[in-house]
């Protein structure tokens, strides 16, 4: 809420200065340089220098055509609704949207005047250049939201490691429900927040980007995929043979030590000791058994892509940090 208030003032600031410049130049329609600016201000740094870009060359192509429409039709209703039509349908074929309400309303004031003169036309590019200036200063000021994030890839640390406790006490009852399925719905919204916040962050750095944030939610997003197929093999298990201790205790082991600057090599070789014991157990006794053990198996091989996943990821932070 803070941050949100802060914004709006900052914005706010912006447009006043842009509508007291324009006024101490002495421009005509001094208040268009405000509303450009509010116009020019996006979520983040390089969006709004996106933007300022198509909006530069549209305010260009868009002199150019009223030049042509007025002088060819005249100052009239039909030469600025075929100025307006002719206008629009460049911003679509070029993708820039963006450009049309600015650049309509600053050939309005052209239209107004019924005459295409060299200090109207000064006029309106100063009116421009002030507005998306300060549109672009203003943006400027604006940081990464670094605690936001913090917060939020705590929430999905959380959410998985729940995930992993319940699966630990679920596969060690055959009856009872303990999981709840949704925790998966939670988690990818969760993950949807990280990676909105990530891609912010990212846009409002204009030198030294980091992809971490980003990395970090690509990693998670495709650790929670893998839980959701570690889940379904739970589900598979009909019953319970005498190794799925063993792997239940590791699950919760997981979660225990489930921490962002965790390399995991202890779990893997952890998990490395229990696929090494299960192989030196003697062999089912039943078909029913053969296939629980062989879920099991495969259970943990999906951990090991779990885990690796996670390792991959710290030491590649790791190797950028030197």
């Known amino acids: 809420m803070r941050e949100t208030v802060a914004k709006g003032i900052k914005i706010s600031f912006a447009c006043a200065m842009s509508i007291l410049t324009a006024m101490v130049l002495g421009l005509e329609n001094a208040i268009t340089a405000g509303i450009i600016t509010i116009l020019s201000i996006g979520d983040t740094k390089m969006a709004t220098f996106r933007v300022a870009g198509k909006r530069s060359l549209g305010f260009l192509c868009s002199m150019a055509l009223a030049a042509v429409c007025f002088y060819g039709i005249g100052f009239s209703t039909l030469g600025f609704v075929v100025y307006i039509l002719c206008f629009i349908l460049l911003c679509l074929l070029l993708n820039w949207q963006e450009a049309i309400t600015i650049n309509a309303v600053l050939v ?26 300060f549109g672009i200063l203003i943006n400027l000021l604006l940081r990464k939201n670094n605690r936001e994030f913090e917060a939020l890839a705590e929430e999905v640390d959380t959410a998985i490691k729940e995930i992993l406790i319940q699966m630990s006490r679920q596969i060690l009852i055959e009856e009872e429900q303990v999981f709840r399925a949704e925790a998966f719905l939670e988690l990818k919204e969760k993950i949807a927040k990280a990676e909105l916040c990530a891609m912010q ?31 379904k093999s739970i589900c ?42 299960m192989k030196i157990q003697e062999l089912p006794h039943s078909r029913e058994e053969f296939e629980a053990r062989a879920v099991l198996y495969y259970l ?13 990821f710290v030491r590649r932070q790791r190797k950028h940090k030197k």
């Open 236 to 277: 598979m298990i009909e019953m319970l043979p005498r190794q799925v201790h063993a792997v239940g205790e590791f699950l919760r082991q997981v979660a225990e030590e489930y921490h962002r600057d965790n390399d995991v090599e202890n779990l893997l070789q952890k998990l490395n000791s229990v696929f090494e014991s």
């Open 300 to 312: 943990l091989k999906q951990m090991e892509e779990f885990l690796r996943l996670k390792n991959e």
């Open 201 to 231: 962050n990212y846009d409002n750095t204009l030198l030294n980007k980091s992809i971490y944030e980003l990395e970090y939610v690509e990693m998670r997003q495709k650790q929670g995929m893998v839980l959701e197929e570690i889940y």
């Open 108 to 133: 309005s004031h052209i239209w107004f005047t019924q005459c295409f003169s060299l200090e109207l036309f000064l006029n309106e590019l100063l009116l421009f250049i002030i507005g998306i200036g």
